[in-house]
């Protein structure tokens, strides 16, 4: 036995090399699941204190006649008390001339531009226009509306492009705006902090 183990030393170095490996691999996977679950664990408790801060602290600023109001889109079918509230959340991610981010909700039209005070989201920039685009929530899917067709903006899916006009085109986790110099990250969550 002792001849034979000799003679088949290689075997006996592969096997272990090859489980020396396996428990390598296994310490890399098992770092990075533990890391994805701590991003996504920070994640809701973002979603979560953004969607009760903006609960109890946000008002309706485009009331004016002068600013743009949000759009009239009806009551979502299907709900007895006729309620316009949704249960997701949009994550912004800016890039550009500033680097931000945001956790809005939709059902309240979210306003983009470059003019403070007329915007939720500020993106400062001469190609910009003073209010560029709405995010809004229509029978529970998010849209997005270009309310300047004089300053252009596009929508980026994989690698498919298109411009944005003032209709309104759904928005996916995954979709990249494009509004001037800014590049804007798209990512839909529930109230819990999954991603939809």
């Not at 088949?8 to 490996?21: G, K, N, S």
Request: charged share 25%.
């Amino acid at each position: 036995m002792i001849q034979f183990l000799k003679d088949r030393w290689y075997f006996i170095v592969a096997a272990i090399i090859l489980l020396v490996v396996f428990m390598i691999v296994q310490n890399i996977l098992k770092s990075q699941k533990k890391k994805k679950e701590q991003y996504q664990q920070r994640l809701k408790e973002q979603v979560l204190s953004e969607a009760l801060k903006n609960s109890r602290t946000n008002k309706n600023v485009f009331a004016g006649n002068d600013q743009a109001a949000p759009l009239d889109l009806g009551t979502i079918p299907g709900r007895p008390d006729g309620a316009r509230g949704g249960r997701i959340v949009v994550q912004l991610a800016v890039t550009g001339e500033k680097t931000d981010l945001y956790v809005v909700k939709p059902e309240e039209h979210v306003l983009l531009g470059r003019t403070p005070g007329m915007n939720k989201i500020v993106l400062p920039n001469e190609n910009v226009a003073q209010q560029q685009c709405d995010v809004f929530l229509h029978h529970e899917q998010v849209y997005v509306r270009n309310l300047n067709p004089t300053f252009p903006m596009a929508l980026r899916r994989k690698k498919q492009q298109t411009p944005v006009g003032d209709k309104g085109i759904r928005i996916l986790t995954g979709d990249l705006m494009l509004i001037g110099p800014y590049r804007i990250q798209v990512t839909l969550m529930d109230y819990e902090g999954n991603i939809v």
